[in-house]
C-alpha cells in the first residue's frame, strides 16, 4: 500500500496545512467534522489554520469547539496561545490555571504556556513551564533562550547565564542570546564575549535587527571596560542604519501631543461623572519617559503589602483602540483619540479591571506601561479615583539612556531614540503634556521628580505613599528586598538598595552629548 492511501483524512488535512495549502487543508476539516469524525481535532487544525491566516478571534472560537468534543491538554495550550497574542490577559490566566505543568507531554506545549503567560507580566509561572520545557531531551535554543529571560527576570541570574551560555555553543548566530547575555557577564566572560561580538558584526550580511542586538551587546560590554566613547560610536553607527530602515515619523508624535493639548486646553478641565463601577482606586498607574525611574517607582510600591506589580500593561491602549472603532494602522494616532471620545468609559473600566482581576489579591495593582502618560484624560474619564504617578528625571540622563536602550525594534513608540536629538525633542514634547495635566488634575496626578526621590528617599517614599493613601511601611525604603519578578530594562539595577550612582551618568559620553547640551542649555 502506497504511503499516500495509509494515512487518514486528519493526516491529510495536517500535510496540506504544513505545505501552505490552505484551502485544501481547510476542506479537509470541513468534511471531517460533517461526517462526525476527530470532530475535536478538525477543529483544532482548523484553529491553527485561522491562527496562520491572523484570524485569531476566529482561531480562539475554534479552539473552543475543540475543546468542547475533546478536553485535551494541546487545545487548551493553543487556545493559550490565542489569548495571548489577542493580549487577552484574563484568558490567558483562566486556561493557563486549567493546565498543570505535569499533564504536559511535549516540551513544545510547556514553552508555548511559558510565552503566553509572560505576557500576561506572569514571569515566575512561566519560569515553571520553561523548566518543563529545558528538562526535556535536547532542548531547542529557543527553548533555553526562553527559560534564561524568564530565569533572568525571576532573579535567578546564574541560571540564566549557564543558560544562554548553552544557547550560543548550540546556535552562534542567536543574536538575541547575546543581548541578553551582555547584561550578565563579568570577569574573563566579557573578554569571551567581546571577541564573538566583534567576529559577528564583521559579518556584512547580518540582519538590521541582528546587527542592533549585536550592536547594543558590544556597547555594554565595552562600558563595563570602561570604553564609554567606543560604545557609544558602535550605537550611532547602528542607529544611523536602523534610521535608515525605519525611520522616525517626528511628525506623527508632534500631531498627537498637538491634539491633546489642543483637546484638553482648559486648565479647569473635569472628568464625567462616575458609576459605581468606575470608582474603584484598585489601579495605580506609573507613567513617564522610559528610563526614568518608573520602575525604581513599581518597586518601592509593590513592596507594600497592600500593592501588587502588574508590570508594563498593554490593556488599557489596546481596550481603548478596541474600543474606539479606529481603523487606523497604529495603536496610537489621532484618529484613534478623536474617536476614542465616544467611547463608553464604564464598559472599558469595566472591561480592563476584568483583564486585570488576575494581578494579586491586593487592595492595589500598579500598572507601568510608561508610555500611558499619552493616554491621561482617557485613564482619569475611566477611573475619576485612580493615583497616576509621572516620573520627571534630568533631561541629559534621560535622553543618553533612551539612546543607549535597545527598545522594541517594529514598535513605532520607540523610534524617537535613532538620535539624541529626537531624544531630545520628543522629551520636551513629553514634558511639556506632563506639566500641563498636572494643571488639569492636580488631586490625583503627582509629578515625581526622580534625582528629588534618590537623594532624599525616606522622605519623598513618605509623600508618595501619602498621595497613593497608603500607610507607611519600611519595607517600601527597602525595596531590593522585593521578590516580585521584574522585566524591565532596570531588572538588574532595582535589585540593588535606593542609589545615587546614575545621577549624572550622561556625562560619561562626553562630547558625543554636545548636541544635548546644546538643546537643554546645561
Given amino acids: 500500500m502506497s504511503q ?34 476527530k470532530v475535536g481535532e478538525a477543529y483544532h487544525l482548523l484553529a491553527q489554520i485561522n491562527v496562520s491566516v491572523g484570524q485569531l478571534h476566529k482561531a480562539a472560537e475554534l479552539c473552543k469547539h475543540a475543546i468542547a468534543h475533546k478536553n485535551l491538554v494541546e487545545f ?26 505535569e499533564a504536559i507531554q511535549t516540551p513544545i506545549h510547556a514553552d508555548t504556556l511559558g510565552v503566553a503567560l509572560s505576557t500576561c507580566n506572569e514571569h515566575a509561572r512561566a519560569l515553571v513551564y520553561f523548566s518543563a520545557a529545558v ?28 543558560a544562554l551560555w548553552r544557547v550560543l555553543d548550540d546556535e552562534p548566530t542567536y543574536y538575541k542570546a547575546h543581548f541578553a547575555l551582555s547584561e550578565l557577564t563579568k570577569g574573563d566572560e566579557i573578554h569571551r ?21 549585536l550592536s547594543h551587546s558590544l556597547a555594554r560590554e565595552l562600558e563595563k571596560k570602561r570604553d564609554y566613547t567606543q560604545a557609544f560610536d558602535v550605537l550611532v553607527q547602528a542607529k544611523k542604519e536602523k534610521q535608515k530602515h525605519l525611520p522616525y515619523n517626528g511628525a506623527a508624535d508632534r500631531e498627537v501631543f498637538d491634539y491633546l493639548h489642543a483637546a484638553f486646553a482648559s486648565t479647569k478641565y473635569i472628568p464625567p461623572s462616575s458609576p459605581s ?29 497592600q500593592v501588587s506589580s502588574g508590570g508594563e500593561l498593554q490593556d488599557f491602549s489596546t481596550l481603548l483602540k478596541q474600543m474606539s472603532g479606529s481603523q487606523s494602522l497604529n495603536v496610537l494616532d489621532v484618529n484613534t483619540l ?40 482617557y485613564i482619569r474619564r475611566a477611573f475619576p479615583n485612580a493615583k497616576i504617578i509621572c516620573l ?55 509629578l515625581l521628580n526622580y534625582e528629588a526621590l534618590v537623594s532624599h528617599p525616606r522622605q519623598h517614599i513618605a509623600d508618595l505613599l501619602g498621595f497613593c493613601e497608603l500607610s507607611w511601611e519600611e519595607n517600601c525604603l527597602h525595596m531590593q528586598g522585593n521578590t516580585a519578578p521584574v522585566s524591565t530594562a532596570s531588572k538588574i539595577q532595582v535589585k540593588m538598595p535606593i ?14 552629548t554636545d548636541v544635548l547640551e546644546t538643546v537643554f542649555h546645561q
Avoid at 484574563?90 to 486549567?98: F, K, L, Q, Y
Avoid at 489601579?283 to 513617564?288: A, L, Q, S
Avoid at 478623536?338 to 486585570?356: F, G, H, M, P, V
Fill in 499 to 512: 542609589n545615587q550612582q546614575s545621577i549624572g551618568r550622561w556625562q560619561r559620553y562626553k562630547p558625543h
Fill in 338 to 377: 478623536k474617536q476614542a471620545e465616544s467611547i463608553d468609559y464604564n464598559k472599558l473600566a469595566q472591561a480592563y479591571l476584568a483583564r486585570t482581576q488576575h494581578i494579586g489579591n491586593n487592595a492595589h495593582f500598579v500598572d507601568k506601561l510608561p508610555f500611558n502618560f499619552f493616554y491621561l484624560p
Fill in 277 to 305: 463601577s468606575q470608582s474603584t482606586t484598585r489601579p495605580i498607574f506609573i507613567v513617564g519617559m522610559p528610563r526614568s525611574g518608573t520602575t525604581l517607582v513599581e518597586r518601592i510600591l509593590s513592596s507594600h503589602q
Fill in 76 to 101: 487548551r495550550v493553543l487556545l493559550c496561545k490565542v489569548y495571548a497574542l489577542l493580549g487577552q490577559t484574563d484568558g490567558v490566566i483562566a486556561i493557563a490555571n486549567t493546565v498543570q505543568v
Fill in 4 to 37: 499516500r492511501h495509509s494515512i487518514g483524512p486528519l493526516q491529510q488535512a495536517f500535510a496540506h496545512f504544513e505545505k501552505g495549502d490552505i484551502q485544501q487543508a481547510h476542506k479537509g476539516c470541513v468534511s471531517l467534522i460533517q461526517a462526525g469524525e
Fill in 193 to 213: 564575549h567581546l571577541a564573538q561580538l566583534k567576529q559577528k558584526l564583521d559579518n556584512e550580511a547580518q540582519t538590521l535587527e541582528a546587527r542592533l542586538h
Fill in 135 to 162: 528538562n526535556a531531551p535536547n532542548p531547542t535554543p529557543n527553548f533555553l533562550y526562553n527559560y534564561a529571560v524568564s530565569s533572568k527576570f525571576c532573579g535567578e541570574l546564574e541560571q540564566a547565564k549557564k
Fill in 392 to 446: 520627571q528625571r534630568n533631561p541629559m540622563d534621560t535622553c543618553v539612556g533612551n539612546f543607549r536602550q535597545l527598545f522594541s525594534i517594529h514598535n513605532p513608540h520607540y523610534h524617537y531614540t535613532h538620535s539624541l536629538l529626537s531624544c531630545a525633542t520628543f522629551y520636551r514634547q513629553c514634558m511639556n503634556w506632563v506639566e500641563h495635566w498636572q494643571a488639569i488634575d492636580g488631586d490625583n496626578f503627582m
